[in-house]
């Protein structure tokens, strides 16, 4: 991939303000469920293997908590270390994007691509989140990238090499890598010359099997979680999801629409192509049927492969899990820009793209940079209360809030309320506290949490999340026989 004088540096700009973007605000909220789950499974205290045997709790696969693993022994262990790592995958997404868009059509498609990948809402989120999407995005666009090398400019050993390296990897990072390689099987049949094929069947053969036959390890895995009862969270199998996706990408209602609805041209137009005889419209996608083809395909058996098998059992559609459709649907939106005739009107259309899509990331109601969730804060107000607390943390899974009280250096926890009632009843502090997480209250505390012995409550406080839902509740306990006075409770904030 050698590029121009000219063009290297305005990759390398547009790379900078991909990274500049998703530095700002980056560390704005505290980590959310999920992300926690991460940092636990990636402590620095635990091995490559251990993080592995941790992560067969869940339906995922392990690369991306191992390369958090690996990162975190050399950098600290902390919220801002957690985020670079993934906004450095985040960076190298958008040159991933570029460098598809360009071997799929040319040099400008790419560029194009470029620009509304670093101004993506959806993919500034998922590069500031300490989780695995990031790296499927790249390492999907990556694995299509030698994918397309390998049937259409013939087959080499490098870019075999590297399409068994990069595929495997993103099979490793999560599940919904399998309907990329659906993808690129629907592809193959389309696009491959099947005469180059005939002479080198056993080598493309391997080179497609491989990465699948390394990842056989963890498919037990998937399907033991596979057969667990999933949770209300995800959505119900609907065409109308092709609309409410694209607009979670986009984080706006006119460019998720004008996107879906080229997406669907283009695939109207590959479908019926053999039937237009206009020359207008042959000269218009003149060259760039195979391009089409390949992201067409893309989309159409990512989508619907998870979404017929939801419509007959349960549910997998959620939209955090598509974040590689992003990629067809930026570079057919950049192909369309590109193929405006009029360099004046096109430079406006593109300008005007880029000028709405950064006011849609801080102007909109929704900001890419919200907070959703509220442990680090409950935490933070704890600290501000008393410097060695005593604490009780309430919640479905004890490292919602073990990694912060940590964090802040606060040492006298306890997670289960037996074990904490001991150790109060042994020390007799003045004072101890309750952190309760209101979205996930185990069975036992649903009426309330019960005072120990020679204690009652003093006040309470509530914190919300940025669209006012309630996410923890912190308490404080003091004395009975300390207290020569009442305690006026705090209100609510």
Request: charged share 20%; with cysteine; glycine share 2%.
């Amino acid at each position: 991939m050698k590029l121009n004088i000219k063009t290297k540096y305005i990759v390398y700009f547009g790379l900078l303000v991909a990274f500049l973007f998703r530095m700002f605000n980056f560390n704005y909220e505290g980590l959310w469920n999920d992300e926690l789950f991460t940092v636990s499974s990636a402590h620095p205290n635990l091995s490559i293997i251990e993080v592995i045997n941790y992560l067969k709790k869940d339906i995922h696969p392990p690369l991306h908590n191992i390369l958090c693993n690996i990162w975190i022994k050399i950098f600290d262990y902390n919220d801002k270390s957690f985020r670079l790592l993934n906004i450095l995958f985040g960076v190298v997404g958008v040159y991933s994007v570029y460098a598809l868009a360009k071997l799929l059509f040319n040099k400008r498609v790419g560029l194009y691509a470029m620009v509304f990948a670093v101004l993506n809402r959806y993919l500034i989120m998922y590069s500031q989140e300490v989780r695995s999407y990031g790296l499927l995005f790249l390492l999907a666009n990556f694995s299509f990238y030698f994918f397309i090398k390998l049937i259409r400019d013939g087959f080499n050993f490098k870019n075999a090499s590297w399409y068994i390296v990069v595929t495997t990897a993103m099979l490793y990072t999560h599940y919904f890598a399998l309907f990329v390689i659906a993808s690129q099987f629907f592809c193959f049949l389309f696009l491959i010359d099947w005469k180059a094929f005939k002479k080198r069947a056993l080598k493309y053969i391997v080179t497609f099997l491989l990465p699948n036959l390394l990842f056989l390890f963890w498919v037990p895995i998937i399907f033991k979680h596979l057969d667990k009862p999933r949770g209300g969270w995800r959505d119900e199998a609907s065409l109308s999801l092709l609309f409410e996706y694209s607009h979670d990408f986009f984080n706006d209602q006119i460019l998720s629409v004008v996107s879906i609805c080229l997406v669907i041209i283009t695939f109207l137009y590959l479908i019926a192509r053999k039937l237009i005889q206009f020359k207008e419209i042959k000269v218009f996608f003149n060259k760039s049927n195979y391009g089409l083809v390949v992201l067409i395909t893309w989309f159409v058996v990512f989508f619907f492969i998870p979404f017929i098998k939801s419509s007959f059992s349960d549910t997998m559609m959620f939209n955090r899990y598509f974040v590689p459709l992003i990629t067809p649907i930026i570079i057919i939106l950049a192909f369309y820009v590109s193929k405006i005739k009029s360099k004046n009107l096109r430079e406006i259309v593109l300008i005007s793209i880029i000028g709405y899509s950064i006011l849609v990331l801080f102007l909109n109601d929704s900001p890419y940079f919200e907070k959703a969730t509220t442990f680090r804060e409950t935490v933070e107000n704890l600290k501000e209360k008393s410097d060695d607390p005593y604490v009780l943390h309430i919640a479905n899974n004890w490292r919602f809030f073990d990694y912060y009280l940590r964090q802040y250096k606060i040492r006298k926890i306890k997670s289960n309320y037996k074990a904490f009632r001991k150790m109060i009843d042994k020390e007799q502090p003045d004072e101890y506290y309750v952190l309760l997480n209101l979205k996930q209250i185990p069975e036992q505390f649903k009426k309330g949490v019960p005072s120990l012995k020679g204690y009652k409550e003093a006040n309470s406080k509530i914190f919300n999340n940025s669209n006012n839902i309630n996410g923890n509740k912190l308490i404080k306990y003091t004395k009975t026989n300390n207290l020569h006075q009442v305690i006026k409770p705090e209100k609510d904030d």
